[in-house]
């Protein structure tokens, strides 16, 4: 492979002029990852007033000492190098201000022989997250995080259907708006809807209106929410609730783009860009003949995973600090110690939203500005769930951990025990195995 530093010096400001019209931060880049070139957007972000020639791209950007690969990221350049392919990732870069979530998309340059010489590399930092504390949206700095935040990046320009999955209170909402908000139809409404809450009527009427007099009571024409979603998205949440007689009308809007209002015969044009997201395991549905396979399929053209909480590594420590700015703005408010030990032993069955809770309790508790352990829940003070208690000598077996374990998954879980054998890594027969040891202990609902 040809060295780029023993390129002539005479090419570089032809690249030199390039990178300057260039509004983003860019670089042109060795082989062996020595900053060539960079323009004055890279300088002001990521110069820190120091020279950047010939300096390794991983040392400015990341404070590595070893290229992204070696220290547990993905390498866009490595990985350019190696399939000769544009390569692009998400990627937190350092700056004077901090770390903050970059998309960086790095293009090989080949000499005559078609041999890679330079890489071409832009960045641009994104609004959808933030990597400090923020006001609003989303937060998160763990490698899980900027996965799913790289996936909702990818897909926001486009107009494809999204489903975003994960467990209840993991901020699938704040998801769908970051996608909304990316998305050329960001000027457009954004117009949620909870489909858990509408029963088999109401549910048409709320998604597509009626007209008057089309059933008793409606005494005037009603615009429905796909409408109010026309040139924006709409978010049907908990999608997995929609009745199964209304999800053909459903599938029937997402193939045909037109929609009827109740009581009328006239089609309307649909214009909206679609976001689903769902706690439930819709692919058992599908088995059990709970949700219609076809729209199913329809809608699952781009599912993301939402991480739950306890997977989220360092990520607590930011959202606690966020919580606590947007719920005491006016107030200096921090965790002691053991406080903040207590909240990282905790499981977080209800992820984000559970937090919040706990943090707004804890915001009315204190009268200064210091959150101490007697202002969190029992349930956080016992420190691994109910395993072992924080504040006693208590050690209980593996058998009666197992068996406390079960009995809060089967609450948070109690009519889909085959997802559930999946999501703990069991066979059914397993499952069952265990469910009836622990049934002659404990009456279970639904085990008549």
């Known amino acids: 492979m040809t060295d780029a530093k023993q390129l002539p010096n005479r090419v570089l400001p ?3 002029a390039l990178l300057n019209g260039i509004e983003d931060p860019a670089v042109l880049l060795s082989p062996d990852y020595r900053i060539l070139a960079a323009n004055q957007a890279y300088r002001e972000h990521y110069g820190q007033e120091r020279p950047l020639h010939n300096r390794h791209c991983y040392e400015v950007s990341h404070g590595y000492a070893v290229p992204c690969d ?6 866009p350049l490595k990985n350019s190098l190696e399939s000769g392919q544009p390569q692009r990732v998400l990627h ?7 770390e903050e979530h970059v998309d960086v998309s790095l293009m090989p340059i080949r000499d005559a022989d078609g041999v890679i010489v330079y890489l071409l590399e832009k960045m641009r930092q994104t609004t959808t997250a ?7 949206g989303l937060v998160g700095r763990s490698r899980v995080f900027n996965q799913m935040l790289e996936l909702v990046r990818r897909v926001a320009p486009s107009d494809t259907a999204v489903l975003l999955l994960g467990e209840s209170g993991t901020g699938k909402e704040l998801a769908a708006r970051a996608i909304h908000n990316e ?3 960001a000027r457009g409404p954004f117009v949620p809807v909870e489909c858990s809450g509408l029963s088999e009527t109401l549910f048409e009427s709320e998604l597509f209106g009626h007209e008057k007099g089309a059933f008793t009571g409606a005494h005037t024409r009603k615009i429905g929410l796909i409408e109010s979603a026309r ?4 978010f049907l949440d908990e999608v997995g609730d929609i009745p199964l007689s209304q999800q053909v009308k459903l599938l029937r809007l997402l193939e045909t783009g037109t929609f009827r209002r109740v009581g009328s015969i006239e089609p309307l044009q649909a214009d909206f860009r679609l976001v689903l997201a769902t706690h439930r395991d819709l692919q058992a549905m599908v088995d059990s003949g709970a949700f219609r396979q076809d729209l199913y399929y329809r809608i699952n053209a781009f599912p993301v995973e939402l ?3 306890r997977a989220r590594g360092g990520d607590l420590g930011l959202l606690i600090d966020t919580m606590l700015q947007r719920l005491a703005p006016q107030r200096a408010l921090r965790l002691n110690a053991e406080a903040l030990r207590l ?3 905790y499981a977080f069955p209800g992820n984000i939203r559970e937090l919040r809770n706990v943090l707004e309790r804890a915001i009315l508790l204190a009268d200064g500005d210091v959150i101490l352990p007697e202002h969190l829940p029992k349930a956080c003070r016992s420190g691994t769930n109910e395993s072992m208690d924080a504040d006693s000598d208590e050690i209980i077996t593996l058998e009666e951990n197992e068996r406390r374990y079960l009995l809060r998954v089967l609450a948070r879980h109690p009519d889909d025990r085959e997802s559930l054998a999946k999501r703990l890594g069991l066979s059914r027969r397993t499952l069952f195995r265990k469910l009836q040891v622990l049934q002659k202990a404990v009456p279970l609902e639904g085990d008549d």
């Not at 933030?130 to 609003?136: K, M, Q, V, Y």
């Open 183 to 185: 998305s050329p139809r």
């Open 14 to 16: 032809e690249f030199t």
């Open 70 to 75: 070696q220290a547990g990221e993905s390498c």
């Open 130 to 136: 933030s990597s400090r504390p923020a006001a609003e």
């Open 92 to 98: 937190l870069h350092y700056t004077p201000a901090g």
């Open 231 to 234: 040139g924006g998205t709409l």
């Open 343 to 345: 909240l990282r032993l």
């Open 307 to 309: 991480p739950p909480l």
